[in-house]
C-alpha cells in the first residue's frame, strides 16, 4: 500500500545509491578521513558559501542534537527550545542524558518568539536567585519545524540577534533542512542560514540518504576536540565512507536541493487534493501535511493508503499527518485522490 | 535589622545546639554508624510509624532530592513535577545533572492537580511514538510547596492512586514539612504521610537544624546499594553525628513539630498585620506569607525590615515573600507592625 | 597502495552491496520495525540456537557498547575489563560518559584471568571500605581480542562462573566475532557463546557490512525499555532497513562465518610469508598480525604496502599491525610477499 | 574504648565549637553571603598569601573533588590520578557520575611520579589513535597522600612544570591538608602550596570542624558559574555560616596548623611506642601510621584500644592503621602503650 507515513519509510536516492555502488570497491582511510568525506566537505563547504566550515557527519538526528549540544555547551548550560521541539519530546531525553536540561518555550506552530525569548533572558538575568537556576546556553531550533512550519529570515535574525545580546549560540536543526529550503515561504537560501547561526546539520536521512547528518559549524569554531566529543558519543563512523559517499553524491548537480523541490511540489499538489475534497489542513509549506480527519474519514482512507496519526482533536477528529519525499510519485497522489473520491459524503 | 527574607537566616534552635555541645566531646563512628543516627533513626521511624523504614541523614534540600530521584529512578526515566517545583526551577539542574528530565506539569498554587496527572500519563502511553519518550519514573510533590499551599489528604491520596495504577513512584519534598504539617489546613499526620508515598525526607535545615536532611524509605524499600548512590552524589557525611545529634534532638520530646507550630502561628499572626493595614496576601497556611505590595510601600518597609521580592506583579505592584520560622519572635513581628504604621496612607 | 591497515577499509562485501542494491526500492517501516531487520533476527536467533534471543541493530561498536553497558547496569555500577579493553582505552570515555566506572584488571595477551577475576572480587567484597567504591555491575570481554588472541571454551566458562557466584552480568564485545569464531584455535561455536553469556554483540561492520553491529540478549532479557534506552544514547537508527537488509544478507547461506574463515586463511598465509622472511610475530590465530619489525625493515615494506604501528618496542623496534578482511585477496598477499623480498638483508 | 580508627571520630575542636555558641543567635545571610564565610574568606586568602583567591566552602571531600574537577574540566576530559588515589578508590565513582574518567598511574607510596606523568603525557600525544581516547584535562594529587607521605617542593614543582607543558590544570586534595604542612618532612608552607597549583582544599572536617572544606582557587579564576556549578552538585550549603563560622575560627591565631601540629606530635610519639615494641611500622611523617602486625598482636591490641584494619600482608600479617588527631591526648597514647606492653612476647 502506498505510504505517506515517514519521510524515511524509502531506501536511498537512486543516484546516491549508484555512487555507493560505483565506489564500493576501492579502500579508503576510515573515521572521516575518507576522499569521498573530505570531497563532500568541499561541496558543502561551497553550496554554503563558507570556506572555513568544519563539517561533520554523523548517523542520525538525535544523534547529531546530543553531539553537537553537549559539544557546544559548558556542563551547567541548559538549552532554550519550544515546548514541542524534537529534543524535548522525542528523543528519549538524550540532551539531559548529557546532563543538560531543556528550558521550554511556548510554541507557535512550532517556531520560537524572539521576543518571548528576549523577555525570558531578561527577567533571568533579573532573578536574583540566578545561581541557583540553569544557565542558558543556547537557543535550539528547527528549520522546518516539527509542524512543517517555517521561519522567515527576519524570524531566525531577530532570534540571532537576541543570542548575540545575551551570549547564546544558535544552533538549528535541520533534519529536513532541505524541505524548508525548497518551500515557497522560506526567503533565505542556504549560504543566508550558514551566516545566521553557530551550527546547524543538514539532514541526509529524510532527504534522499539510507542514514547521515552533515553537521556544519559554518565559520570554522567547531568545538575544542570534537572528534573525542562525537567519539564519546558513539557518534563516530568506522566506514565513514558511508557517510561520505552520500553526502558527495547529494551535493553534486545541486542534487539535494533538487529532490527537496520535488517533495514540496508533491505537497502542495497532495495540499490541493484535500482542499478539493473539501478536508482543512493545518498551515504547512514543507513536505508534512497535517490534516483534519474525522474518525470516519480516517478508517476510510487508511484502506487505501498509510498515513500516521497525530493527536486527537476531539472526539470525533483526529488530526493525521501525511508525509511526501523526494520519493514520492505522482501514482502516489493519485491513490491518494482515489481514496478521497470515495469517501462516503 | 529583623529579617523575614528565609527560613534559613538563624543558627540552630537552642535545644538542638545545646545536644551538640553535650555530645561534642564523644568519639563516635563516622558514615552514618555513630550512635546519635542510630538514636534519631529510631525516633523517626516511631514518629512516622513505620518500625522498618529506612533513614539516612544527607546535608541539604537539592542533595536529597538529585541523591533520592537518581536512586530511584532507572538512568532513562524521567521524574514529573508542577512546572514552579524546586527541582524544575531551583536547583540549577542537580536532577538532569544525573541524567533524568524533569516532566513539567501545570503549577496550580504549587500543587500538582491528580486529574491532569493520570490525562497525561494516559496520553503519553497512548501515544505510539512512545518509545522516543523519557518514561516517566516518579511523581514528586513539595509539602508544603513552594508556594506556601498544603494538599490535602484527599489530593495525596488521589495523586498517590494515579502513580499506582501508572506504576509510578511518589516522592516528598519536605524541606519545609513541618510547616505544612503544623498548618491548620493540614488534614493528617506524619505517619498518615508515611504510608502515602514511596519516599520522603523531612527538612531539618528550615526547621531548626544547622544542616540536614531525613530522608525516609517508609516500608523499608531504599534503593539497591543507597550508601554507594549517596557517596557517589558527594553527600555522605564523614561526621554523620552533626546530622544525627540535630536529629536527635528534633525528634525528642516532639521538638520538630513544636518548632514548626510557632512558625505558624508567627506567620497567622503576620498576616493579619498586613491584613489590618489593608494589604492583600496570597492565600497560604504555612511560614511563607506573599504579600502584593506596591512599589511605593515595598520600599518604605524596607526601610525597617528585611524581606525578599518574589516577582513583578504590574509595573506598581510586586509580590513580596515574608518568612517566619521556629526563631521569629513578638518583637521581630513588632517591628513589622511599626512598619506598617509608618506607611504612608 | 595495497593496505593493511585495518578491517573497515573496504566497503561492503558484494552479496551485502547487492542485497541493499535490491531491497532499495521497498518501503518499509523505520526505526527497527521493517521487514529486512525481523528477518534478519528471525536468521540470527536461528544460527545462535536462540529462539527467544532479543535482538537489536545498532550502527557501531562504542555505541553498542555504551548503550549496553549503560542499560544493563544501575547508575552506581561499573564494568570490570581489562587494561587492554577497547572501552578502557579507545572509546574516548563513551562508557564513562554515562557514569559507569571501567575497573582496570590486568590483561593477558588481551585476555581476562578468571583467577585474578575472583581474587580481585574476593577482595572487593572483603573490604570493610565497600560502601565506599564502586559496585562492580558487569564483566567485559572481547571475542577475539584487542590483540588478535582468542578465549577457549574453558576460560569463557571460568569467567561466566565466577559471574554468575559474584551475581555479574557477563557482556561479550564480538566486533570482530566473526574472526575469532573462524580461527583455528576457537574450540566452541556461535550457539555456544550464546549460552555462555548475558549479551553480545555480532560486529557486522568489520565483517562486510557498511555499518551495523547486531546485539544480541540470548534468553530475551533485554534490560527493560531497552528501546529508549537506544534512543537516548542516539543510536536508534531511523532507516533501521540498512543494518537489517546488511544482517539479513551476513546470515543467509552462512555467509557471515564464510568470508571470515577467508580473512583467517589469509592472515595464516600472511604469517607464513612473515616467518619464512625470518620476521617474527606474536601469537595471534585471528585477522589482526602483530609483526615485530625492525624500524629499517617498517620503512622499507612501506614503500610498498599500508600497515599501522601499534607501539614502539625499543628504540630500533616497532610492533606493527598487519590486518586482513573479507576482502583480503591472494594477490594483496603477494604485494606484500614481494615488499618482503626486497628486504635488505 | 581509645579509638584511633579515624580522624573524624571527634566532635569540633573547642575553640570551633565556642564559636559556633557565640554566633548562633545572630541572623544571617544564606548561600555562602553571611559574614562568617566573607570574613573566614579574607583570612584564608591571608593565610595563603593570595589576596585575589576565589574560595567556597563545601561539605566535605568526596563533594569538592567530584564538584571542582567537574567544573575545571571539559565534558569530555579526565583527571589523572594514582592508583590509590581517594577519587579512584573511595568515592564511589563520584567523579565518573560527571562523566569524567579517572585515568591511573602508578602509585609511590601513594604519590605521583612527575616523570612517569610526563612519559605517559609524551606517549598519549604521539599515539595516531589520540581522537578515541580521553583527553587528559587535570592532574589531581593528594597532600599528604591517603598513604601518610608528603610529596618535598621539587616533586610538587616537578609536577606542575609537566601539567604548564601539557596544559593541564594541577588540583590538590587537601582533606588532612593541616598534617601535610605541619609535618616534619614538609619543606613549604601555605603560600607556597597556593602558588603551586590552580587549585586546593583545606580540609576542616578531619583538622577540627564537624564539617567543612574550603576550595580555593589561588589567582582568582574559579570556573565560571562555579556557584551554579556547586548548586548542581547539591554542594552548596544553605545555612553557609555552618561552614564560614567554623573556618572563622580555624584561620583565627594560626589554630588551624597549630592543631594540626599537636596531631603530628601524637603521632611521632605513636610511632616511638611501636618501635620501642618492636613492631615495623611503614615509613609515615604525618598523623596515619601504618603498622605491621601479626595477626595474633593485633587482636591482642584489639582488646584495649580501637583501629582500622588496611589490608593483609600474609596470611599471618596484617597493616593496621593507627590515626592520631587535634583531638589525640597523651593519655589516649598511654593507653595504646599499655596495650603494646601487655603483648605476649
Keep these: 500500500m502506498v505510504s505517506f507515513e515517514s519521510d524515511y519509510n524509502n531506501g536511498a536516492h537512486p543516484v546516491v545509491l549508484q555512487h555507493l555502488i560505483e565506489t564500493n570497491a576501492s579502500q579508503s582511510q576510515s573515521y572521516g578521513f575518507d576522499e569521498w568525506s573530505e570531497q563532500a566537505r568541499a561541496k558543502i563547504r561551497k553550496a ?7 563539517i561533520f557527519f554523523l548517523v542520525g538526528g538525535t544523534q547529531a542534537n546530543a553531539t553537537v549540544i553537549d559539544g557546544m555547551l559548558a556542563s551547567y548550560e541548559g538549552v532554550i527550545a519550544v515546548q514541542t521541539a524534537h529534543i524535548n519530546v522525542h528523543e528519549s531525553g538524550a540532551v539531559e542524558a548529557s546532563g543538560h536540561k531543556v528550558i521550554p518555550l511556548p510554541s507557535h506552530g512550532g517556531k520560537m518568539d524572539a521576543g518571548e525569548l528576549e523577555a525570558w533572558l531578561k527577567a533571568f538575568h533579573a532573578d536574583p536567585t540566578l545561581e541557583h537556576m540553569v544557565i542558558p546556553g543556547m537557543v535550539y531550533i528547527t528549520f522546518p519545524t516539527e509542524l512543517g512550519s517555517v521561519y522567515s ?18 544552533f538549528i536543526d535541520g533534519a529536513r533542512l532541505g524541505y524548508g529550503l525548497a518551500s515557497s515561504e522560506c526567503d533565505f537560501d542556504l549560504p543566508w542560514l550558514a551566516r545566521h547561526c553557530d551550527a546547524f546539520y543538514i539532514g541526509g536521512t529524510k532527504v534522499g540518504t539510507l542514514c547521515g547528518e552533515a553537521v556544519v559549524f559554518p565559520r570554522a569554531g567547531a ?34 536541493l533538487h529532490i527537496a523541490k520535488h517533495a514540496i511540489d508533491m505537497a502542495m499538489k497532495m495540499r490541493k487534493l484535500f482542499t478539493d475534497a473539501g478536508i482543512p489542513l493545518r498551515p504547512s509549506c514543507t513536505n508534512q501535511q497535517f490534516v483534519e480527519l474525522s474518525n470516519v474519514q480516517m478508517k476510510q482512507i487508511m484502506e487505501h493508503v498509510l498515513f500516521e496519526t497525530w493527536e486527537p482533536i476531539d472526539e470525533e477528529h483526529t488530526l493525521c499527518r501525511f508525509v511526501t519525499s523526494w520519493a514520492t510519485t505522482n501514482n502516489d497522489l493519485n491513490a491518494l485522490e482515489t481514496a478521497l473520491k470515495l469517501l462516503n459524503p
Excluded: W
Design 223 to 256: 568545538p575544542r576536540h570534537f572528534m573525542n566529543i562525537v567519539k564519546r558519543h558513539g557518534a563516530l563512523l568506522a566506514k565513514s565512507r558511508l557517510a561520505g559517499v552520500q553526502f558527495d553524491a547529494l551535493f553534486t548537480d545541486n542534487l539535494y
Design 48 to 54: 554554503c558559501g563558507c570556506p572555513d566550515a568544519d
Design 153 to 170: 529570515a527576519k524570524e531566525i535574525e531577530a532570534i540571532l540577534s537576541v543570542c548575540r545580546r545575551y551570549d547564546l549560540r544558535l
